[in-house]
């Protein structure tokens, strides 16, 4: 199971889930032949590609790959997200993208 959060998930968020899930699931008998409860979060490097992905992740050091694949991939600094559009700061200018043509971004660690 994945769990997700606008502040992040910490381990002690998927431990609090998975001892709150497991005795209800235990008291349902749905698994017969017994189960394992996995908790955990989508992790830091899993793609942007919603603007809520991106509004998340304004102030980190992205990279963007575009649905054109002859357009090069941009690498900055995500400074903003507002509606369909994200400002990504490269180098000493600001880029404004439309989310429309953007295929995903991902965190730069």
């Given at each position: 199971m994945f769990v997700d959060s606008d502040r992040g998930v910490s381990?002690?968020?998927?431990?609090?889930?998975?001892?709150?899930?497991?005795?209800v699931?235990?008291?349902?008998?749905?698994?017969?032949?017994?189960?394992?409860?996995?908790?955990?979060?989508p992790g830091m490097d899993r793609p942007l590609e919603t603007a809520k992905d991106f509004r998340r992740r304004v102030g980190n050091k992205i990279e963007i790959h575009f649905n054109d694949n002859t357009v090069r991939p941009l690498r900055g600094v995500l400074i903003g997200a507002e509606g369909q559009t994200i400002d990504l700061q490269?180098?000493?200018d600001v880029k404004k993208l439309d989310l429309v043509d953007i295929k995903m971004g991902k965190i730069l660690f």
């Amino acid at each position: 199971m994945f769990v997700d959060s606008d502040r992040g998930v910490s381990i002690d968020d998927c431990a609090r889930l998975s001892k709150a899930i497991g005795p209800v699931l235990d008291a349902q008998t749905i698994f017969r032949g017994g189960y394992t409860l996995e908790v955990s979060s989508p992790g830091m490097d899993r793609p942007l590609e919603t603007a809520k992905d991106f509004r998340r992740r304004v102030g980190n050091k992205i990279e963007i790959h575009f649905n054109d694949n002859t357009v090069r991939p941009l690498r900055g600094v995500l400074i903003g997200a507002e509606g369909q559009t994200i400002d990504l700061q490269v180098e000493n200018d600001v880029k404004k993208l439309d989310l429309v043509d953007i295929k995903m971004g991902k965190i730069l660690f």
